[in-house]
């Protein structure tokens, strides 16, 4: 990721941050009356609202009690391109709500924050993806689902880490070079994994370059009964130490059915919510951040993801505000790739 795009990546975090700490603090009461209007809004308007496990807890059980979904990015672009309503809120970030618009272009699709991004998705540009891809002809291009609509019109695949490795296997098996884009953790692992011929763009998500391998294994000496799970996002020396390696719904599977009681989670805060509420006698802990070359962007929570709230959900169905628009040339594109995922994995 060349300095531009980690100058870009910063400012834009900075603004999240600043965003979020200037939202209104509601009260109890304020959070109630908000999520009954919701609930309203909801079924006169025939939406449904579909989110990431790393938004808010409260975001998490009003979409649950709703009939919507709590799931990882594949299940969500499932999910919306299956269910009967004609509007889709997806709280997430913005490469979610644009796949969700590309695999149901007649549906209105609208985020309660507009700006929520992906440090994975800014930096990987698409005229910079584009020559990258020119560079190499001969390699087959699998992306990320953390990528903007542009980039995946690029790519024969696209993936998710739930998928990733059975993908990649299935092209090794074919001697299929490939390029991998955009998270290097993520690219490593695979590489690994698979042993595939993989040339990996050089770029990171915020919330999980920051755990630290050293905090970590004093914590596992400090809890040694406790299973580590990590998402594969991580660096290498953290996904090391895993008892387990896993997308997020993977993760929150492991918890669920291992006879373990204690568990330390690497990888964005906002999943130990569902863990907590799948397994209330559990006790779920944070994977450190601090430690040597801390700097504390995330602090383990996505701060993009922390912009969708309750007033933007409202707003939202209200208003009609953050609706979703992918240009035609470039839906067509990213579906054929996105169609490839869905029709393996199904």
Not at 7 to 24: D, F, S, Y
Not at 204 to 224: G, I, R, T, W, Y
């Amino acid at each position: 990721m060349n300095n531009n795009y980690i100058n870009k990546v910063e400012n834009t975090l900075t603004l999240a941050r600043v965003k979020n700490w200037q939202k209104p603090k509601l009260n109890e009461s304020q959070k109630f009356s908000i999520i009954e209007k919701i609930k309203k809004k909801l079924k006169s308007n025939n939406a449904v609202l579909v989110c990431h496990f790393y938004v808010d807890g409260i975001i998490q059980d009003l979409a649950l009690s709703t009939g919507g979904v709590v799931s990882d990015s594949l299940e969500m672009a499932r999910f919306g391109r299956d269910c009967s309503q004609k509007k889709i809120i997806v709280a997430g970030v913005r490469f979610m709500g644009e796949t969700a618009k590309i695999l149901s272009p007649e549906k209105k699709i609208f985020m309660p924050s507009f700006e929520a991004t992906c440090s994975l998705d800014i930096g990987c540009p698409q005229n910079e993806f584009n020559n990258f891809c020119d560079e190499h002809p001969e390699r087959t291009v699998i992306v990320y689902a953390n990528t903007s609509a542009a980039v995946k019109a690029r790519s024969d695949w696209t993936v998710t880490s739930s998928c990733a490795l059975d993908i990649v296997k299935h092209l090794k098996e074919k001697k299929i070079p490939l390029i991998f884009a955009p998270d290097k953790h993520l690219g490593s692992y695979i590489t690994k994994k698979t042993g595939a011929d993989i040339l990996n763009w050089d770029g990171h998500c915020v919330v999980h370059d920051e755990f630290k391998s050293f905090e970590l294994k004093n914590l596992k000496e400090k809890m040694p009964d406790a299973k580590v799970l990590v998402h594969p996002e991580s660096p290498d020396v953290v996904v090391e130490l895993a008892d387990f390696v896993g997308s997020t719904s993977q993760l929150l599977n492991f918890s669920i059915h291992s006879s373990s009681n204690r568990f330390i989670i690497a990888t964005d805060n906002g999943l130990i919510h569902a863990m907590r509420k799948k397994s209330p006698n559990k006790s779920f802990f944070e994977a450190p951040t601090a430690g040597n070359g801390a700097t504390c962007k995330s602090c383990a929570h996505c701060p993009w993801m922390e912009m969708n709230d309750l007033n933007g959900i409202l707003s939202a169905l209200e208003n009609s505000t953050g609706e979703i628009f992918v240009p035609e040339e470039i839906a067509t594109k990213a579906m054929v790739a996105i169609n490839k995922m869905l029709d393996f994995t199904k």
